[in-house]
């Protein structure tokens, strides 16, 4: 059995003092190459860059509000909204709501190796 807390959990490159990441669930610490689940954390007016990766993805959005943008398409997003990404789409999110935006992240492993590139602390 596993067991992880965000609190304790490896932080990403993408830390900052507006958003930062933890890997909950990846290779790195369960050995599964099929799923992997991380929290982000965006601050007040804060933004998770643009970028694409090769794995779909599924955000849920646990807390606060925001504009989701995929390829060419941009939308609000809110508490309980669940976006859909295919692979290779240019995604990321911006924080435009009043309150911390945090949401959970779900996809196939990045592969241990990349998890520890992305995941350092």
């Given at each position: 059995m596993l067991i992880s807390n965000e609190t304790q959990s490896m932080r990403g490159k993408y830390s900052s003092d507006k958003m930062w990441t933890a890997l909950l669930i990846g290779?790195?610490?369960?050995?599964?190459?099929?799923?992997?689940?991380?929290?982000?954390?965006?601050?007040?007016?804060?933004?998770q860059g643009l970028h694409s990766h090769p794995e779909d993805q599924c955000y849920y959005i646990i807390e606060g509000s925001?504009?989701?943008?995929?390829?060419?398409?941009?939308?609000?997003?809110?508490?309980?909204?669940?976006?859909?990404?295919?692979?290779?789409?240019?995604?990321g999110i911006t924080n435009n709501g009043c309150s911390r935006?945090?949401?959970?992240?779900?996809?196939?492993?990045?592969?241990?190796?990349?998890?520890?590139q992305i995941w350092k602390d």
């Open positions: 290779e790195v610490n369960s050995g599964s190459k099929e799923i992997s689940i991380q929290i982000t954390h965006i601050e007040i007016n804060g933004r925001g504009i989701m943008h995929i390829d060419n398409e941009d939308q609000n997003v809110n508490i309980g909204d669940a976006i859909y990404i295919n692979g290779n789409s240019i995604h935006l945090s949401y959970l992240t779900a996809n196939k492993s990045f592969g241990c190796d990349r998890e520890k």
